[in-house]
């Protein structure tokens, strides 16, 4: 059961009258696999994880969470999921503790389970010491904390993060990144939408960009990378016979341009991490000394760039 | 760490969901309705100071009293039937003091508030009237109480009608029989006047000839009024849970939206029935208010819950935004208590606005609860207003839930 996706969706579809808001997407999240959704405000990310949450109903395709139909068992499909919408979404005239507990029954949790795990995930999330306070005197980023609380405290099987660290000051955003880091470990998985390349690339085993609707790509980093071939730079500052360490370099098998600049010798090259041994020992052979070795490897961006002609932010 | 499956009762029956997810729901709200001073005030103080204040206002903490002086000039029998009779009427006797003094006395004492108002009977009032002629009553008002002023003039115009009436049948007889009046006859004249019905009620217009304690018309009728408030609460939170975004979290846990309304109108339902009941014991403690049959109060509290609950829920799942349901609900709300006599006592309205609060449910409900008080009884009593109380709870209910599911789905 443990290789069985935690999430299987498959051609989902909305319309909002004459507009196609999610156009055919279908992916899978594995147990512990944390999957990013990548695009741009409107690409239609919310979309998509309201239909698998079962807050939007379909125009179609199918959801499967934790081996159970969102069409046959919605309930089920909700017990396994827990859902951090993007705003914060708590009572502010309630403490973090009474909050905490009243998203916990609505999970079913109760007695002794229930204050275990309040007090557990208060831990994680650092707001142990300000559990008895009210919600509307937390800071953002304390807010947002406990909003992700609210969202694992039943220890769901799927958890799905709607770009929870929007508008978040620096400090509390990495205070999340490393909450939502810390859940692969626990075997949870996690379905994680943003248009911050920065925060797919740090937290995503896998990511899928979304764009108009459309999923238009799906893989690891390396895979989109390689998928619409971009290719890595590599910048070697280097002293001796640089044009005899750019014909060594251009030999070795993965390198398919090298230039002599001042100082060194740029190359473009595919997976330049794994070539880095092999133009070291060509460097040696050519008689060149490298001084510094800087790799610049294709980020996200660059990816979706290539994909759709415009930038995450446009 | 294995992850742990979610909890059964998560995924529970259906019924089961619902009927969990009403109460933790319902809880949830109470808790933060008690939470709130302002939503406090309007449950439990303001209906209980507004009905102190209308109720002194309208008489004091006991029943209408007024001081009426009488200067009868004429001493005659037409006039001694107004003065003697209608005055010292049983149905009035309780509650006015009448003061015989002379014309010029009458007028000092209004002046000076000693008296909240006068009647002239001047000098050959009786024998005008045997004579089938004009007669006049004059009625001097203070104006420090104007519900005694208003009575007195009432007391004033309805023997007045009385006498034209009985005037009418007097002649018609007479003028068949062919001779003048007889004294004895213009004293029966006088005497059956003062007999006629008086239209002047101090309690509920329709049964008549009954009085009811301020306390006892204005306790109810202020726990009414802010009930609307009260419970307006439970729909207003829908839309709040939509702005902050709990509602779709509630929908993305197992709660179906049937078992959040139903949770949000039980919070509704709790705390509008106790802001009632707490009026009632606070009346009854403080000004020895009594509602009546505890039964019937009871049964008459709780349909006019659910009737407050459909209509403000009707309205407000009409408004798009808290400022616009604030705005709908307080316009209906006021709208209804003008109507339905919250303010006045009803039996003091225009027949026509008697019969237009009838067709508030707050105006049934007053209804119910005069009646309760005036004429005692139990749930036999007040069977009729709660029955159309009810009947516009289940309409006002329905439609409010029908566009609750749909407002809560979108």
């Known amino acids: 059961m443990d290789d069985e996706p935690v999430l299987w969706c498959k051609d989902l579809r909305k319309r909002f009258?004459?507009?196609?808001?999610?156009?055919?997407?279908?992916?899978?999240?594995?147990?512990?696999?944390?999957?990013?959704?990548?695009?741009?405000?409107?690409?239609?990310?919310?979309?998509?994880?309201?239909?698998?949450?079962?807050?939007?109903?379909?125009?179609g395709g199918e959801v499967t969470v934790a081996g159970a139909s969102l069409d046959r068992d919605p309930g089920q499909v909700k017990a396994a999921i827990g859902y951090v919408p993007q705003d914060v979404a708590l009572y502010p005239d309630l403490s973090g503790l009474e909050n905490l507990r009243f998203w916990g029954r609505m999970y079913g949790l109760a007695g002794r389970d229930l204050a275990e795990r309040v007090e557990a995930t208060l831990e994680v999330v650092g707001l142990t010491e300000r559990a008895g306070d009210k919600v509307a005197d937390y800071s953002g980023g304390m807010q947002r904390r406990l909003n992700i609380a609210a969202g694992m405290l039943h220890r769901p099987r799927l958890l799905v993060l709607d770009e929870p660290t929007a508008g978040v000051d620096p400090q509390s955003r990495n205070a999340i990144l490393g909450n939502v880091e810390a859940l692969g470990g626990q075997g949870i998985g996690v379905l994680y939408t943003t248009h911050y390349m920065e925060e797919a690339e740090r937290l995503c085993d896998r990511v899928g960009i979304i764009d108009q609707?459309?999923?238009?790509?799906?893989?690891?980093?390396?895979?989109?990378?390689?998928?619409?071939?971009?290719?890595?730079?590599?910048?070697?500052?280097?002293?001796?016979?640089?044009?005899?360490?750019?014909?060594?370099?251009?030999?070795?098998?993965?390198?398919?341009?090298?230039?002599?600049?001042?100082?060194?010798?740029?190359?473009?090259?595919?997976?330049?991490?794994?070539?880095?041994?092999?133009?070291?020992?060509?460097?040696?052979?050519a008689g060149a000394e490298v001084t510094s070795v800087e790799l610049v490897e294709p980020d996200l961006e660059a990816v979706f760039l290539h994909l759709t002609g415009k930038a995450l932010r446009d | 760490m294995r992850v742990r499956d979610a909890h059964s009762a998560a995924v529970a029956p259906a019924g089961t969901r619902l009927l969990r997810t009403a109460l933790l729901v319902a809880g949830k709200d109470l808790r933060q309705r008690l939470r709130d001073r302002s939503a406090l005030?309007?449950?439990?103080?303001?209906?209980?100071?507004?009905?102190?204040?209308?109720?002194?206002?309208?008489?004091?903490?006991?029943?209408?009293?007024?001081?009426?002086?009488?200067?009868?000039?004429?001493?005659?029998?037409?006039?001694?039937?107004?003065?003697?009779?209608?005055?010292?009427?049983?149905?009035?006797?309780?509650?006015?003091?009448?003061?015989?003094?002379?014309?010029?006395?009458?007028?000092?004492?209004?002046?000076?508030?000693?008296?909240?108002?006068?009647?002239?009977l001047p000098a050959g009032f009786s024998a005008s009237v045997q004579r089938g002629g004009p007669a006049t009553i004059t009625v001097l008002e203070s104006g420090e109480n104007p519900i005694a002023g208003q009575v007195a003039r009432s007391l004033a115009e309805a023997y007045a009608a009385e006498l034209a009436a009985t005037q009418l049948?007097?002649?018609?007889?007479?003028?068949?029989?062919?001779?003048?009046?007889?004294?004895?006859?213009?004293?029966?004249?006088?005497?059956?006047?003062?007999?006629?019905?008086?239209?002047?009620r101090l309690a509920d217009g329709q049964v008549g000839g009954r009085t009811i304690e301020a306390a006892n018309y204005f306790g109810p009728s202020m726990a009414i009024f802010f009930l609307f408030f009260t419970v307006s609460f439970g729909a207003r939170s829908i839309l709040a849970e939509r702005r902050q975004g709990t509602m779709k979290r509630l929908l993305a846990s197992a709660a179906s939206p049937g078992g959040v309304l139903a949770g949000k109108a039980l919070a509704a339902f709790v705390l509008g029935t106790a802001s009632v009941l707490v009026m009632w014991l606070a009346t009854t403690l403080v000004f020895g208010a009594d509602w009546?049959?505890?039964?019937?109060?009871?049964?008459?509290?709780?349909?006019?819950?659910?009737?407050?609950?459909?209509?403000?829920?009707?309205?407000?799942?009409?408004?798009?935004?808290?400022?616009?349901?604030?705005?709908?609900?307080?316009?209906?709300?006021?709208?209804?208590?003008?109507?339905?006599?919250?303010?006045?006592?009803?039996?003091?309205?225009?027949?026509l606005?008697?019969?237009?609060?009838?067709?508030?449910p707050n105006g049934w409900a007053l209804r119910g609860f005069v009646d309760l008080v005036a004429d005692g009884g139990g749930l036999s009593t007040v069977a009729v207003p709660i029955a159309v109380i009810l009947a516009v709870a289940l309409v006002t209910g329905g439609l409010a839930l029908y566009r609750a599911r749909r407002m809560v789905a979108a």
């Open chain 2, 169 to 200: 049948a007097v002649r018609t007889a007479l003028d068949t029989a062919g001779t003048p009046p007889s004294a004895a006859e213009a004293r029966e004249l006088g005497e059956r006047a003062a007999a006629g019905q008086l239209p002047v």
């Open chain 2, 353 to 360: 606005l008697q019969r237009v609060s009838l067709l508030t």
């Open chain 2, 41 to 120: 005030v309007i449950a439990f103080v303001a209906p209980f100071v507004l009905a102190s204040i209308i109720g002194l206002a309208f008489g004091g903490d006991s029943a209408f009293k007024a001081t009426y002086a009488v200067a009868d000039a004429d001493r005659g029998p037409v006039a001694a039937g107004f003065s003697e009779g209608v005055l010292a009427s049983p149905g009035l006797r309780d509650l006015i003091t009448v003061r015989q003094v002379d014309p010029g006395e009458a007028r000092a004492l209004v002046d000076r508030g000693e008296a909240d108002a006068a009647f002239l």
């Open chain 1, 213 to 285: 609707g459309r999923l238009i790509a799906e893989g690891t980093r390396r895979e989109l990378v390689a998928r619409v071939g971009e290719r890595d730079r590599i910048e070697l500052t280097a002293t001796g016979d640089l044009a005899g360490l750019a014909a060594a370099a251009a030999r070795v098998d993965g390198v398919d341009e090298a230039s002599v600049v001042a100082g060194g010798v740029h190359l473009v090259a595919r997976d330049g991490r794994r070539l880095l041994p092999p133009l070291l020992e060509a460097a040696e052979h």
């Open chain 2, 292 to 351: 009546g049959d505890p039964v019937a109060v009871v049964a008459l509290t709780i349909t006019s819950v659910l009737s407050a609950i459909g209509i403000t829920a009707l309205v407000i799942t009409l408004a798009k935004s808290d400022e616009q349901a604030e705005g709908y609900s307080s316009l209906v709300v006021f709208t209804l208590a003008l109507l339905g006599g919250n303010f006045v006592y009803l039996a003091q309205l225009p027949e």
């Open chain 1, 17 to 59: 009258k004459e507009r196609l808001a999610v156009d055919g997407v279908g992916f899978e999240v594995a147990p512990g696999e944390t999957y990013g959704l990548l695009g741009p405000n409107g690409a239609g990310k919310t979309t998509t994880i309201s239909m698998i949450c079962g807050l939007l109903g379909r125009d």
